[in-house]
């Protein structure tokens, strides 16, 4: 993968019908990975390295953005999401890479603003199940 522009990797949510819709005035954007690891280490193991179980544990994504709110219609479908405690449906597009799928639930949604600055929000999602991939 290449030099990309930060700009195309993009959040979007679904529309409710059979589409998705980009996350509206996102400046930053952020994803991550993790994986719990099960310890086996026992008195057995080889030369006193740490085992781990393969396959086990718990797998997570994390996607983050903070931006400026573009319209109407995209700050309530957050803020509705968030205060409905729904879990949805959305994609991680990054470019040259591919499309990452699956519920998330908003878990922070923060606004604040400066005297002489436009207001602002922050985003955090959790997965909330298993996610496809779909290479590029």
């Given amino acids: 993968m290449g ?19 980009a996350v509206a005035g996102l400046r930053a954007r952020q994803l991550a990975f993790n994986a719990e690891t099960v310890d086996v280490t026992n008195a057995d193991s080889a030369g ?7 396959g086990a544990g718990v797998r997570r994504a994390a996607v983050a953005g ?3 709110f573009r319209d109407e219609a995209s700050d309530a479908r957050l803020r509705q ?3 409905d405690g729904v879990i949805d449906l959305f994609q991680i597009v990054v470019p040259d890479f591919g499309t990452i799928e699956g519920l998330f639930q908003i878990t922070s949604l923060e606004y604040r603003g400066e005297h ?7 985003i955090a999602l ?7 991939f779909t290479g590029a």
């Fill in 81 to 83: 999401t968030f205060f």
């Fill in 66 to 68: 903070s931006g400026v």
């Fill in 116 to 122: 002489a600055g436009e207001v602002t929000f922050d």
């Fill in 3 to 21: 030099a990309q522009k930060g700009r195309d990797l993009l959040v979007r949510v679904s529309n409710g019908a059979d589409g998705f819709v």
């Fill in 48 to 54: 006193r390295w740490r085992e781990l179980l393969a």
């Fill in 126 to 132: 959790d997965s909330a199940g298993p996610l496809s």
